[in-house]
């Protein structure tokens, strides 16, 4: 369970760490990485997205076993962009750089399927079962 603690613990605070300080470089990635943004809402609506998930990253890691079936929507969302960028960078659409961000998710995304595996066999502690009186 330390695994799983630690995996989505890490992942929640790299997530806050590289996506927060995006809300003040739009013009910034408009410039390094063209075109400019053009969807605004596209760019922020992502970050949002994302910053929740890093949250929820957090909160699985405060008890693993008790969100256990949260994991797989976080699998979905770390796949999701791993896959993605990879097609896109086969295809000659995005950078190294963005392929190197995509790795990332791949690993995390590893690391989640592993805390999902390894935590099948903890039972979370039912709070009937905690307060019951005989």
Do not use: C
């Amino acid at each position: 369970m330390a695994f799983a603690k630690r995996a989505f613990l890490i992942a929640g605070i790299y997530g806050l760490v590289v996506l927060l300080p995006q809300y003040l470089l739009e013009a910034k990635n408009g410039r390094d990485f063209p075109p400019a943004i053009t969807h605004p809402e596209y760019y922020y609506g992502f970050i949002g997205i994302a910053v929740a998930w890093q949250i929820a990253f957090l909160v699985l890691a405060k008890n693993p076993i008790r969100y256990r079936p949260m994991m797989i929507p976080a699998i979905i969302e770390k796949a999701t962009f791993a896959i993605a960028v990879g097609v896109l960078f086969a295809h000659h659409r995005v950078s190294l750089p963005m392929l190197g961000a995509g790795f990332v998710d791949l690993i995390l995304g590893t690391f989640f399927v592993l805390a999902y595996i390894w935590t099948r066999r903890f039972r979370p502690i039912e709070t009937a079962e905690v307060h019951k009186i005989d």
